[in-house]
């Protein structure tokens, strides 16, 4: 095509030459100068590529994102993040070994594909019927109600934190020093089987075992806090500051952190994560965190 182009110009070339020679006191180099400029813009003109139109670049979520508040920009992060996960389903019936804390329900059939953060549904967990399965109707519905008083006072922390919904994730740090309470143990139970709960216990002695202080924390009593409720892959020693934020931030999408520390709250605050700081004040015996249920 461009070819034909250019032999239809050249062949024209030499009239338009003679057509502008014709004019008295014309320049011969003036009429070549004015020939070749109308060729090439005939070229320029024939030979233009098509305008093709271009798919509009989705940059509106990304501008919002980087325009937005810390919460938004966590939000529309975990949004992102979920839409790009493989819908695959998991048959954990043709495995030979489940995770510990999974429901047998689920066990036996396929289950939707994990969060992003590589984390068992909450719904698919032994904690969502732990209640269900070993009490009866009353006592379940005494320890809603205790549980409800709990989130209650926990929320009041701080007014602007909506009631989060069952089974988000929700993370607790907790000093190794204070928790050697029952009161405290009660308090883990209620979030447990309500949240997908990861604790995190805070150690200054980086010598202490964590069988030791999975053993303190559990107490005597196993029924307190069982297995099937807070599975021990939950509880993560952490001994900094440093390394709580650290592991807040690998799971991403955390409805809130309950931590006991004011650092905390502008550690994660500045990445959206809502902090929210129990025990002000606060340096008696016994739990903190236990004592809200007081």
């Not at 250019?6 to 020679?21: E, G, H, Q, T």
């Not at 030979?96 to 939707?112: C, E, I, L």
């Not at 205790?146 to 602007?160: G, P, Q, T, V, W």
Request: a positive charge; hydrophobic letters at 40%; proline letters at 5%.
């Amino acid at each position: 095509h461009f070819l034909a182009v250019v032999l239809f110009c050249c062949c024209n070339l030499s009239k338009c030459r003679k057509m502008l020679l014709k004019i008295e006191g014309v320049s011969p180099v003036i009429v070549n100068l004015v020939a070749i400029g109308i060729v090439s813009i005939l070229i320029y003109v024939l030979t233009k590529p098509a305008n093709v139109p271009t798919a509009p670049q989705n940059s509106n979520n990304q501008n919002n994102t980087s325009r937005g508040t810390p919460s938004s920009r966590q939000r529309a992060r975990s949004t992102q993040t979920h839409s790009n996960v493989r819908d695959d389903s998991i048959d954990f019936a043709r495995m030979t070994k489940t995770p510990p804390h999974m429901a047998k329900t689920s066990a036996d059939k396929k289950v939707g594909a994990l969060s992003s953060e590589g984390m068992l549904p909450f719904r698919h967990c032994c904690a969502s019927g732990y209640e269900a399965t070993n009490f009866s109707p009353e006592t379940v519905t005494a320890n809603r109600k205790e549980r409800a008083r709990l989130l209650s006072r926990i929320l009041s922390i701080d007014k602007s934190t909506a009631p989060p919904a069952r089974g988000s994730t929700v993370v607790v740090a907790i000093p190794s020093d204070e928790i050697e309470c029952s009161m405290l143990r009660r308090v883990l139970y209620l979030l447990a089987t309500y949240f997908n709960l990861v604790v995190v216990l805070s150690v200054t002695d980086k010598s202490v075992q964590t069988v030791k202080l999975l053993s303190r924390l559990r107490g005597v009593n196993a029924s307190d806090l069982p297995l099937d409720v807070l599975p021990n892959h939950r509880v993560i020693v952490a001994h900094s500051i440093t390394g709580r934020v650290a592991l807040v931030r690998q799971l991403g999408a955390v409805e809130f952190v309950l931590d006991f520390d004011e650092n905390m709250h502008a550690q994660l605050g500045r990445f959206g994560f809502r902090v929210l700081v129990y025990g002000k004040g606060e340096h008696g015996g016994g739990s903190r965190l236990g004592s809200m249920l007081s």
